[in-house]
């Protein structure tokens, strides 16, 4: 038997008695029929299935989440390669300098955006002053863009640590060592860095597109009249209504699209490797 | 050079969209009007009604040391998971990579409303203890997987080379992985920190009657609008962050060289 | 073997969540103060709605040598799981509406109000003595304490031509200047108005589901909270909104230029009430309490400082006239109204939904 397994089980302790257990007890209500004396039944899944706004809101949630994610990777990782080879000195106080913001409510910066993006708006007279749009309005407030950008600036600080973390500690010596067999610069990144950097990337995607699937706040907030998500529906069933049931069993749908897509992710990890 | 300069133009682009939001939520806290409306005029009404705001006060207090616990606690927990996971291959790694991560995927509601059920179910007054134990259920994913990146791409055969040097197991923990773990510790206990900061339902379910945080007060304010002293508070607070660390870097400025060598 | 480990699982949660419990407990009883000093009244209020103002707490704690403790509330369904889920003797005093009352009623959660004992109750407009909803077998469970609508607010300095109608929603010339409500109640009963059909039991909800689409694109965008309506409206990103009478004599009293109308087809109504939850082991201050509440020094204050109507038929005497006349706080105004009236769960899901099929359109 593993001898150290003590360090392991307070985390995975906490997990079991704080975490699954109050799962099951969700479970348990997701297969439970509405009102009083409820019994057994799979309605509230069928139910998800059988009405299309469900799996449409479901679809457009993962699409969304999908373009954050991808638009996070672009922007984190030149940052953090950049930050471990290029910028040496001063890279803890970068680093802080990126965790700083969440000290901010995610709701108020929301409502930063909306003065930031709206027309008429600091980004507009920006723009303008510098002679980069005409005289029309900007446009951007009210439609997918707006979401997407708040979201990105809300998630992409994760994908940078995770990825600054692993490139961090990629050993000098092996760049060194590919570049004196004569490996041109591009080679060197895919062959050497890239996978070296992959754990950090398979964290940061975790951290960025799963979080962006219970979003509803910068949807709404800033999303205009198409700003329902899945996440919407999850809340009403607790703020709106009582439908407790429906909203436990939308959240395990999701969690079963979250566990596949890891699933995969990791195969695809391995296939590389 | 023009590396560099690629390079440094590439951070102050990123880092402008980063604070761009956050100049103007600090410019808000300077603004007169309640709504953020422009024409920006300026006054320090919000700052006057912040100091005389006991209650916010407090609440934001609150929330400072719910988010201290709850980083201390993460990051020892998750780098005592992560020494476990990095030595073994045992079959229980694959669940418990799952496991970790299963806070992540389930809506916040649907946890606090269960953690709910069961404090409920116990029939127990609601209090510190649980609240902060769902602090960090929530926050120890961001802790491990920071932790689990750097540990990943760590060179385990520094470990090794010790181990053989005769280096007992404890000295080589000690010695070489922490210090090599301590910049994925430093940043995941941040994240803990920032997670736990700013999450409004755990605590709203948890928190024991007449207790508030932060996220308590914003949230609670939204049917009628709160007030640019949230604005206010978070200036204030951004700017003793920056302070404090600019503080800590100077003083400790050998010793953490040391210990990010 | 499985099974086993689930139940054992399940059971030494709940110890240690007890531990945890009786842990804070003990903490809690040393700092608790001793027997014969100040009662504390638990309050479950909106936050920033009239009774948590610092001053009115203080007037009444020094008046009674009590201490009043307000926590928040986030929904009306939230309050009803609230009031299912906390320990008896933890809430005193909270703030339903019609959409949860018989319900909190129907589950004994609340206790019978001595309306006697009140000596302001007689104060009360007549009509919101007989509200179906705040009481059973002849017991008043709930007290009215204000009241408002929920109608047409605009900017008059963009919109020019007079409003009296609830069609104003459907003018192609507003086209992009429009914030609906995004609240599914509010949302069918207006289309409901629009359409001539009565508005708490709409008899064509195909019609309203097809009324509200074809609004849809005239949006700017929909509001949920008065919080975002507040933000949008002082932004310049919207002129005209479904809003609350209460909210938009706040944003008045803060400098905003805007007018509000209560349309010829009636308009949405509401009225908040005090109840005390069944197990307050501090009744009689509860009664004091609620007195003070619809007492017309409060009402008055509150009013004047943006508040929305007060149940209070004194109060309108002291009041601008005008003020009155446009925020529909008089008499005549109850006449207008269509007073939101409860739903059963199943009513409210699907109308829920049908919301929720419009928004994803």
């Known amino acids: 038997m593993d001898r150290k397994i003590w360090l392991m089980s307070p985390a995975v302790f906490l997990l079991l008695i704080f975490c699954v257990v109050p799962l099951f007890i969700m479970v348990y209500y997701s297969f439970l029929s509405d009102g009083t004396g409820g019994h057994w039944t799979i309605q509230n899944y069928m139910d998800f299935f059988q009405k299309d706004i469900y799996l449409k809101l479901t679809w457009k949630t993962v699409k969304m989440s999908f373009y954050v994610t991808v638009i996070s990777l672009l922007i984190s990782y030149p940052m953090a390669y950049v930050m471990v080879s290029i910028i040496q000195g001063g890279k803890n106080i970068l680093l802080m300098a990126i965790?700083?913001?969440?000290?901010?409510?995610?709701?108020?910066?929301?409502?930063?955006?909306?003065?930031?993006?709206?027309?008429?708006?600091?980004?507009?007279?920006?723009?303008?002053?510098?002679?980069?749009?005409?005289?029309?309005?900007?446009?951007?407030?009210?439609?997918?863009?707006?979401?997407?950008?708040?979201?990105?600036?809300?998630?992409?600080?994760?994908?940078?640590?995770?990825?600054?973390?692993?490139?961090?500690?990629?050993?000098?010596?092996?760049?060194?060592?590919?570049?004196?067999?004569?490996?041109?610069?591009?080679?060197?990144?895919?062959?050497?860095?890239?996978?070296?950097?992959?754990?950090?990337?398979?964290?940061?995607?975790?951290?960025?597109?799963?979080?962006?699937?219970?979003?509803?706040?910068?949807?709404?907030?800033?999303?205009?009249?198409?700003?329902?998500?899945?996440?919407?529906?999850?809340?009403?069933?607790?703020?709106?209504?009582?439908?407790?049931?429906?909203?436990?069993?939308?959240?395990?749908?999701?969690?079963?699209?979250?566990?596949?897509?890891?699933?995969?992710?990791?195969?695809?990890?391995?296939?590389?490797? | 050079m023009l590396k560099k300069g690629i390079g440094w133009t590439y951070?102050?682009?990123?880092?402008?969209?980063?604070?761009?939001?956050?100049?103007?939520?600090?410019?808000?806290?300077?603004?007169?009007?309640?709504?953020?409306?422009?024409?920006?005029?300026?006054?320090?009404?919000?700052?006057?009604?912040?100091?005389?705001?006991?209650?916010?006060?407090?609440?934001?207090?609150?929330?400072?040391?719910?988010?201290?616990?709850?980083?201390?606690?993460?990051?020892?927990?998750?780098?005592?998971?992560?020494?476990?996971?990095?030595?073994?291959?045992?079959?229980?790694?694959?669940?418990?990579?799952?496991?970790v991560v299963l806070p992540l995927t389930i809506p916040w509601l649907i946890l606090g409303l269960s953690l709910l059920l069961l404090v409920s179910a116990a029939g127990i007054d609601k209090n510190f203890t649980v609240l902060l134990i769902g602090h960090v259920v929530i926050s120890l994913p961001y802790a491990v997987l920071v932790i689990k990146a750097r540990l990943q791409s760590m060179d385990l055969t520094i470990n090794e080379a010790s181990a053989s040097l005769g280096a007992n197991e404890w000295t080589t923990v000690w010695r070489i992985t922490l210090?090599?773990?301590?910049?994925?510790?430093?940043?995941?206990?941040?994240?803990?920190?920032?997670?736990?900061?700013?999450?409004?339902?755990?605590?709203?379910?948890?928190?024991?009657?007449?207790?508030s945080t932060l996220p308590i007060e914003i949230y609670s304010s939204i049917k009628f609008g709160f007030t640019p002293e949230i604005n206010a508070v978070s200036t204030v607070m951004l700017t003793a962050t920056t302070l404090l660390i600019v503080l800590i870097a100077t003083i400790m400025r050998s010793s953490l060289k040391f210990f990010l060598k | 073997m499985k099974k086993r480990i689930a139940g054992l699982l399940v059971i030494t949660s709940m110890l240690l969540v007890s531990a945890c419990g009786n842990k804070s407990n003990n903490e809690g009883a040393s700092s608790s103060p001793a027997k014969g000093e100040t009662k504390t009244l638990n309050v479950v209020n909106w936050k920033s709605y009239g009774s948590d103002d610092p001053e009115v707490v203080k007037e009444f704690e020094e008046k009674y040598n009590?201490?009043?403790?307000?926590?928040?509330?986030?929904?009306?369904?939230?309050?009803?799981?609230?009031?299912?889920?906390?320990?008896?003797?933890?809430?005193?005093?909270?703030?339903?509406?019609?959409?949860?009352?018989?319900?909190?009623?129907?589950?004994?959660?609340?206790?019978?109000?001595?309306?006697?004992?009140?000596?302001?109750?007689?104060?009360?407009?007549?009509?919101?003595?007989?509200?179906?909803?705040?009481?059973?077998?002849?017991?008043?469970?709930?007290?009215?304490w204000v009241w408002g609508s929920t109608a047409i607010a605009y900017n008059p300095e963009t919109v020019k031509a007079p409003i009296d109608s609830v069609q104003v929603f459907w003018d192609e010339q507003y086209k992009g200047k429009i914030a609906f409500r995004d609240d599914f109640n509010d949302a069918i009963m207006t289309a409901a108005l629009a359409l001539g059909q009565d508005p708490n039991h709409p008899s064509d909800l195909?019609?309203?589901?097809?009324?509200?689409?074809?609004?849809?694109?005239?949006n700017r965008t929909y509001w949920k909270t008065g919080d975002e309506f507040s933000k949008l409206y002082a932004g310049k990103m919207a002129d005209i909104g479904l809003m609350w009478s209460g909210q938009t004599a706040s944003m008045k009293k803060e400098g905003q230029n805007i007018k509000y109308v209560i349309p010829k087809e009636g308009a949405i109504g509401w009225i908040d009430n005090w109840a005390i939850v069944k197990g307050s082991?501090?009744?009689?201050?509860?009664?004091?309490?609620?007195?003070?509440?619809?007492?017309?020094?409060?009402?008055?204050?509150?009013?004047?400082?943006?508040?929305?109507?007060?149940?209070?038929?004194?109060?309108?005497?002291?009041?601008?006239?005008?003020?009155?006349?446009?925020?529909?706080?008089?008499?005549?105004?109850?006449?207008?109204?269509?007073?939101?009236?409860?739903?059963t769960d199943e009513e409210k899901r699907k109308w829920n939904e049908l919301w929720l099929e419009v928004k994803s359109h």
């Not at chain 1, 994760?158 to 570049?179: C, H, R």
């Not at chain 1, 329902?228 to 703020?239: A, L, P, R």
């Open chain 3, 206 to 218: 195909d019609a309203i589901k097809k009324k509200l689409i074809e609004q849809k694109p005239l």
């Open chain 1, 99 to 273: 965790i700083v913001p969440f000290w901010t409510s995610q709701l108020v910066r929301a409502y930063s955006w909306q003065n930031l993006l709206r027309d008429g708006g600091l980004l507009e007279i920006v723009l303008r002053k510098l002679h980069l749009i005409g005289s029309g309005p900007l446009g951007l407030m009210f439609t997918s863009t707006a979401v997407i950008i708040a979201m990105v600036h809300i998630f992409f600080p994760y994908m940078v640590i995770t990825i600054y973390m692993s490139l961090e500690k990629v050993d000098g010596a092996l760049v060194e060592a590919s570049k004196s067999l004569k490996a041109g610069p591009l080679t060197t990144f895919r062959r050497i860095v890239l996978p070296l950097s992959k754990p950090g990337i398979i964290s940061g995607c975790i951290l960025v597109f799963v979080p962006s699937l219970g979003v509803f706040v910068e949807p709404r907030v800033l999303g205009g009249t198409q700003g329902t998500v899945i996440g919407t529906v999850i809340e009403d069933q607790f703020f709106e209504i009582y439908g407790w049931n429906f909203g436990a069993a939308v959240s395990f749908i999701l969690l079963a699209i979250i566990l596949l897509s890891m699933a995969v992710l990791s195969r695809f990890a391995k296939e590389e490797a």
């Open chain 2, 179 to 211: 210090p090599l773990l301590f910049p994925a510790m430093l940043a995941g206990g941040f994240l803990a920190f920032v997670i736990s900061f700013d999450n409004f339902i755990l605590s709203y379910f948890l928190i024991p009657g007449g207790s």
């Open chain 3, 66 to 144: 009590v201490k009043v403790v307000h926590q928040y509330m986030a929904s009306e369904e939230e309050l009803l799981t609230r009031l299912r889920t906390s320990k008896e003797g933890d809430i005193d005093v909270i703030l339903p509406n019609a959409s949860i009352l018989p319900v909190a009623i129907g589950e004994g959660l609340l206790q019978p109000i001595d309306t006697a004992k009140l000596a302001n109750y007689s104060s009360i407009y007549e009509p919101f003595k007989n509200i179906p909803e705040n009481a059973k077998d002849g017991k008043v469970y709930a007290v009215p």
């Open chain 2, 11 to 99: 951070v102050s682009l990123v880092l402008l969209f980063l604070y761009a939001p956050i100049l103007v939520l600090m410019a808000m806290s300077f603004n007169a009007s309640k709504y953020n409306a422009l024409p920006f005029e300026f006054s320090m009404r919000w700052y006057r009604e912040l100091a005389g705001n006991d209650k916010l006060i407090d609440a934001s207090l609150t929330s400072v040391y719910i988010a201290a616990g709850t980083a201390v606690i993460c990051v020892v927990l998750a780098t005592m998971l992560m020494l476990w996971a990095v030595q073994t291959n045992s079959k229980l790694k694959r669940w418990i990579d799952s496991l």
């Open chain 3, 281 to 343: 082991k501090n009744s009689d201050l509860a009664n004091q309490f609620i007195d003070f509440m619809i007492d017309r020094k409060f009402q008055e204050s509150w009013v004047n400082k943006g508040g929305p109507a007060p149940v209070n038929k004194e109060v309108g005497k002291n009041l601008d006239p005008a003020f009155v006349e446009e925020m529909g706080l008089d008499e005549k105004t109850i006449g207008k109204l269509k007073f939101i009236a409860y739903h």
